[in-house]
């Protein structure tokens, strides 16, 4: 029989790899919505943050589902 008492829970360890796009093509705000949006629909549950200032995008989650929605949302991304 096992103890219990010797028992040690393990570490919970979260995954939080994010993957980092340069879009050079977004100028305005319309785009911080639009991108938003469309990673949400393609990444449920991704954490996501975008940055007009530097044109960065950073999100968890598929990189290829990530980059394709990118795509299909009418923007380039190159990985940053």
């Given at each position: 029989m096992i103890s219990l008492a010797k028992c040690r829970p393990r570490k919970v360890v979260e995954r939080t790899d994010k993957r980092f796009f340069a879009?050079?093509?977004?100028?305005?705000?319309?785009?911080v919505g639009t991108i938003s949006k469309t990673l949400e629909e393609a990444l449920p549950g991704a954490e996501i943050a975008v940055d007009l200032a530097t044109h960065r995008i950073a999100f968890?989650?598929?990189?290829?589902?990530?980059?394709?929605?990118?795509?299909?949302?009418?923007?380039?991304?190159?990985?940053?």
């Open positions: 879009v050079n093509n977004m100028t305005c705000n319309h785009f968890t989650g598929d990189r290829a589902k990530g980059e394709e929605a990118i795509r299909e949302a009418g923007y380039t991304s190159e990985a940053a």
